[in-house]
Antibody, heavy 116, light 112 residues
Framework: EVQLVESGGGLVQPGGSLRLSCGAS????????TTWVRQAPGRGLELVSI????????YYVDSVKGRFTISRDNAKNSLYLQMNSLRAEDTAVYYC?????????WGPGTLVTVSS | DVVMTQSPLSLPVTLGQPASISCRSS???????????LNWFQQRPGQSPRRLIY???NRGSGVPDRFSGSGSGTDFTLKISRVEAEDVGVYYC?????????FGQGTKVEIK
């Protein structure tokens, strides 16, 4: 069974940093693109970043470029999102997902709240 | 950037009746490889999204056959042949042909 579980969310002050992790199991993690998608409270979905199988290709939505960094460790079956210079508008549930020309399997999400 | 526009944004439906959601993109979603990467997702209240449909009309694993997708180019439709109570939630289309990928605003399906 494909499983993805996010961790690392929490309350952080504006300008602060947070590192999200996503552990994957039940499939060959190194064979798939993986992605981070976020959802602000009561709002729609936004794909934040995506990374290819070996980490050589990474893409970011404009609103997080220069502040967020996606990475992966295939030996640990893990995906990461380093978030710096956080803003109030980054407050959201962050989901990791296995990608197959679209997020195919999703984790339960982790809540990030940016507030003073 | 590609903009995805869904309609309606709210859809009250009667149990057992059909429902239809439209999704339009601001440019063609045909990829250079010939495929059209248009997805549909369902998000039930309090749950993570779930992919229902990929490449316009292919149902995901375990998705009931009352869900169907159609369309081409810039116009796409998700249909539910007979709405059941468990279909309540928000439905999103999403294009994966161009970067940045884009979701529609979401259509909230509720029972009348």
């Amino acid at each position: 069974e494909v499983q993805l579980v996010e961790s690392g969310g929490g309350l952080v002050q504006p300008g602060g940093s947070l590192r999200l992790s996503c552990g994957a199991s039940g499939f060959s993690f190194r064979s798939f693109w993986t992605t981070w998608v976020r959802q602000a409270p009561g709002r729609g979905l936004e794909l934040v970043s995506i990374i290819n199988q070996d980490g050589s290709e990474k893409y970011y939505v404009d609103s997080v470029k220069g502040r967020f960094t996606i990475s992966r460790d295939n030996a640990k079956n893990s995906l990461y999102l380093q978030m710096n210079s956080l803003r109030a508008e980054d407050t959201a549930v962050y989901y990791c997902a296995r990608d197959n020309w679209g997020p195919e399997y999703w984790g339960p999400g982790t809540l990030v709240t940016v507030s003073s | 950037d590609v903009v995805m526009t869904q309609s309606p944004l709210s859809l009250p439906v009667t149990l057992g009746q059909p429902a239809s959601i439209s999704c339009r993109s601001s440019q063609s979603l045909v990829h250079s490889d010939g495929n059209t990467y248009l997805n549909w997702f369902q998000q039930r209240p309090g749950q993570s999204p779930r992919r229902l449909i990929y490449k316009i009309s292919n149902r995901g694993s375990g998705v009931p056959d009352r869900f169907s997708g159609s369309g081409s180019g810039t116009d796409f439709t998700l249909k539910i042949s007979r709405v059941e109570a468990e279909d309540v939630g928000v439905y999103y289309c999403m294009q994966a042909t161009h970067w940045p990928r884009a979701f529609g605003q979401g259509t909230k399906v509720e029972i009348k």
